[in-house]
């Protein structure tokens, strides 16, 4: 092993914050071999501390055994939010690599199912550290865009869920502000788990145009928009046209097997958010910029 070598691992295993930063700002192939070059638990520790977006899309630049291997060094946790923001073909592919037990624990977290919030999210939504500054934040933006929507959102060292910013406000925040203090915290969210009659009685959809999912440990998995939403709604109601018994014992099987937690949100929603009959027929419409209120303190109405 060359000196050079030696030398890039102790400083990844000393600094990963850095090398994470430096990774973020390669092609993705570039971001790949950087952590081919290191032990897997050190490429590990780097993936933790990246935007999960730009990990996930360097991971699948690995040739499929090392990636898998880098996923088994993973804390499950991360290696799932890796794995959700993977086309389908390419997490099958890496579940087929990793180690029976850990693929098994993997899929458990990544497979929601379509009835849950989970299944619906969009994973691309910017999830952004907060010790990144504004200009810092852009640059990634621009580097990933398919992803961009209404809003950014901080995450913490454990990519727990911090905060959320418009992009209004974000683009008029200094360049060199840290992007943590430019966001609103303890934003309105849906758990993974949450079934579609809890998604669509959520009171945020007054006020927002995408709510970010997270797991139970609040680790930001992605975002649902608006129109899925919207969707969701169309769904319930054709589904209320013409129930019959195997759909509703699904349905109650499902609230179920998601635990008390989320059968006591839905009641104290549904008791709490039922709209009138006129606020009933304006829900046909998204929040107008001209109504909705801006989910940053201070932003405009």
């Known amino acids: 092993m060359s000196a050079e070598l030696l030398l890039v691992r102790a400083f990844a295993s000393a600094h990963p914050d850095e090398v994470a930063r430096f990774c973020e700002r390669l092609p993705p192939e570039a971001g790949a071999e950087v952590l081919g070059a290191l032990p897997v638990e050190a490429g590990a520790e780097v993936l933790s501390r990246m935007v999960p977006l730009i990990a996930a899309t360097t991971v699948t630049r690995l040739d499929t055994g090392l990636g898998a291997q880098v996923l088994e060094a993973c804390h499950p946790s991360l290696a799932a939010g890796l794995l959700l923001r993977m086309e389908r073909a390419t997490r099958t592919r890496m579940l087929a690599a990793v180690s029976p037990e850990r693929a098994e624990d993997l899929l458990r977290m990544t497979e929601y199912g379509p009835r849950c919030a989970g299944g619906r999210l ?21 580097a990933y865009p398919a992803g961009v929507m209404h809003y950014v959102y901080s995450i913490d060292a454990e990519r727990r869920l911090t905060g959320v910013v418009n992009m209004r406000e974000l683009m008029l925040a200094p360049p060199g502000a840290p992007f943590g203090t430019r966001v609103a915290r303890n934003p309105e969210a849906l758990f993974a788990h949450d079934p579609l009659e ?104």
């Open 198 to 301: 809890v998604i669509a009685r959520h009171a945020g959809w007054k006020r927002n145009h995408a709510l970010p999912v997270i797991d139970r440990d609040r680790r930001l998995l992605g975002a649902l928009r608006y129109s899925t939403f919207r969707a969701i709604e169309t769904e319930l109601g054709q589904a209320a046209s013409g129930p019959n018994t195997d759909q509703t014992a699904s349905a109650l099987a499902e609230l179920c097997a998601v635990g008390a937690s989320a059968m006591t949100r839905f009641i104290g929603a549904a008791l709490a958010l039922e709209p009138p009959p006129l606020a009933r027929e304006r829900r046909s419409e998204p929040p107008s910029s001209s109504m909705r209120r801006s989910v940053i303190p201070g932003g405009l109405p």
């Open 122 to 142: 969009d994973p691309r939504a910017p999830a952004m550290p907060e010790t990144l500054s504004v200009s810092e934040v852009f640059e990634r933006l621009r």
